[in-house]
């Protein structure tokens, strides 16, 4: 994987057992590759019990592969303590280290848990060499989780990191800024609207190709009519609701959000710093810089979305008004470390649907009419933390390519921040 301009590349799997091979190679490879510019003591610091620290996500993602795969198919290479230090939550398969702990773990070193990678990658090589057929069939599928769940982590890895770097007194950056040609911006002519009408839609993913537990099974969902913006909320659109006193104007706020906003004392997005009156800058991963007012606001927790769709008189679509607006739009390919501004060549649907910022919906996350968690341990992967979490569609700008398609649900608590979130507002007809 090259990282020429902050961008990263990852394969999308295939099915084929050699394209298989290689997409997991090329996915293992990206992560080291995401974690190259980061030092020892960057991979071994836990800035907060929601993130974990880089040297962590590279052990979790090989013990992945180590006990989904190599356990059942051929033989394990971690032993107990391995077992209990990168289990993340799978009760099933035995207890585990204590999230909010993971930075306290020095041993292994970050040596021996490259090590381990090593180990388990050419195990799971040496294992597709050898497997029959029934044996082949049998792994596939998770050995395409294996690839999806360490795409995840990739994600999660520069969230982390994004995080970690901001709480440093330095605030260093992550990578150089690199430069932004395609910044071109939109001159905005089009109606700020897209307009549907109420149906009945499929909802949800297919049988056929890739996709979690959590996005089957297909099915019919009823939506009333309902506007979708067509434009991403941007930075310029919150410093207005900033300076409207947004944050100190609890009409627009869910009681439990405003008491979690005046708790934390909020009062503008995640990695934002007044430096003068009027005068705000963002941390980002190439750095710090101004707040740049056409790019799309990012790092707001469903609480600050909801609060800000009150105050500009609209709402947060629901994820089945989300998946029917983005209709046909395919993911793009290619990320950035940081959401880029809408493009001049804006075509007539709503625009960076994908790669911009995960957008909160209205959603609670639940399952689906007919939702069966997949079998055994891995149906602790999704269905268990259907409680307390919201949904959010689309993806980021750190996503993998390949990562992302329509159907797709990530979740966090309504009050998370370091995801990289953004809005898009929604509004009855």
């Not at 959603?363 to 149906?379: D, I, K, T, V």
């Not at 649900?409 to 007809?429: H, I, K, Q």
Request: charged share 20%; with cysteine.
């Amino acid at each position: 994987m090259q990282m020429a301009h902050g961008e990263l590349s990852v394969a999308r799997p295939g099915t084929g057992r050699e394209e298989l091979r290689s997409a997991f190679l090329e996915t293992r490879a990206a992560t080291l590759k995401i974690t190259a510019p980061l030092s020892a003591e960057d991979q071994q610091v836990q800035s907060m019990p929601d993130a974990s620290p880089a040297k962590w996500h590279l052990g979790h993602t090989s013990w992945f592969f180590d006990i989904f795969l190599l356990s059942r198919f051929s033989s394990p290479v971690a032993g107990p303590q391995l077992n209990h230090i990168f289990n993340s939550y799978y009760d099933t398969i035995g207890a585990q280290h204590p999230r909010a702990r993971r930075g306290l773990i020095t041993r292994p070193s970050l040596d021996e848990v490259r090590a381990y990678r090593r180990e388990v990658d050419a195990a799971i090589c040496g294992f597709l060499d050898v497997a029959s057929d029934p044996e082949w069939n049998a792994a596939a599928p998770l050995l395409k989780l294996g690839i999806q769940h360490e795409q995840q982590h990739q994600e999660l890895i520069l969230m982390d990191i994004k995080h970690l770097l901001f709480s440093n007194p330095g605030r260093p950056s992550y990578l150089p800024e690199y430069p932004s040609g395609a910044c071109m911006l939109a001159a905005r002519r089009q109606a700020p609207w897209l307009e549907f009408k109420e149906a009945l839609v499929n909802i949800g993913a297919l049988q056929e190709g890739f996709a979690f537990d959590n996005e089957r099974p297909h099915h019919k969902a009823w939506t009333h009519a309902f506007r979708v913006g067509r434009h991403l909320v941007t930075c310029g659109d919150w410093l207005a609701f900033m300076e409207a006193g947004g944050y100190e104007r609890p009409e627009f706020w869910l009681s439990e959000g405003w008491a979690t906003a005046q708790a934390e004392g909020w009062r503008a997005p995640l990695y934002w710093s007044m430096q003068a009156p009027g005068r705000w800058t963002q941390f980002t991963l190439t750095g710090e810089r101004e707040v740049r007012p056409r790019e799309p606001v990012c790092h707001v927790s469903y609480y600050e979305a909801d609060a800000f769709a009150r105050w500009a008189g609209a709402r947060l679509p629901t994820e089945q008004e989300w998946e029917r607006a983005a209709g046909e739009v395919w993911p793009e390919k290619g990320t950035s470390l940081h959401p880029m501004p809408e493009p001049a060549a804006a075509g007539p649907g709503p625009q960076q649907v994908f790669g911009a910022v995960w957008q909160w919906t209205a959603s609670a996350y639940g399952p689906y009419p007919g939702f069966r968690p997949l079998e055994g341990a891995a149906g602790e992967y999704n269905g268990k933390f259907m409680s307390g979490q919201m949904v959010l569609r689309g993806s980021a700008c750190v996503t993998p390519p390949g990562h992302a398609r329509l159907t797709y649900r990530n979740f966090y608590p309504p009050a998370a921040r370091w995801a990289f979130s953004g809005v898009r507002l929604a509004s009855d007809v």
